[in-house]
């Protein structure tokens, strides 16, 4: 069972980046898929998740508009395109995912029973 991320780098503010995270072992169909996000000498914040049950979407306030999620199940892939970058956005990323039903939990990271080994994104000039 593992999740690879992939897609970080380097990019302008207001640049765009758009991670990827493959799912092997089991199927991305019946989880619920997250991505989180943490910066040097910060907590892991939670940035988007994506429900098991309706597919619905949901972003922090600091993303919203801005980065999109995604799962393709034929794939079985799931996606963060990160547009208007900013400095702050920069961090390590992570890809995760649940087979949890408890949609209150799906902003903290304890929901998540799969992670990704994380990807850097650097927004600089």
């Known amino acids: 069972v593992q999740l690879q991320a992939s897609g970080g780098g380097l990019v302008q503010p207001g640049g765009s980046l758009r991670l990827s995270c493959a799912a092997s072992g089991f199927t991305l169909d019946y989880y619920a898929i997250g991505w989180f996000r943490q910066a040097p000498g910060k907590e892991r914040e939670w940035v988007s998740s994506i429900s098991s049950s309706d597919g619905s979407t949901y972003y922090a306030n600091s993303v919203e508009g801005r980065f999109t999620i995604s799962k393709d199940n034929a794939k079985n892939t799931m996606d963060l395109q990160m547009g208007s970058l900013k400095p702050e956005d920069t961090a390590v990323y992570y890809c995760?995912?649940?087979?949890?039903?408890?949609?209150?939990?799906?902003?903290?990271?304890?929901?998540?029973?799969?992670w990704g080994q994380g990807t850097q994104v650097t927004v600089s000039s």
């Open positions: 995760a995912a649940s087979n949890s039903v408890i949609l209150s939990m799906i902003r903290d990271p304890r929901f998540y029973n799969y």
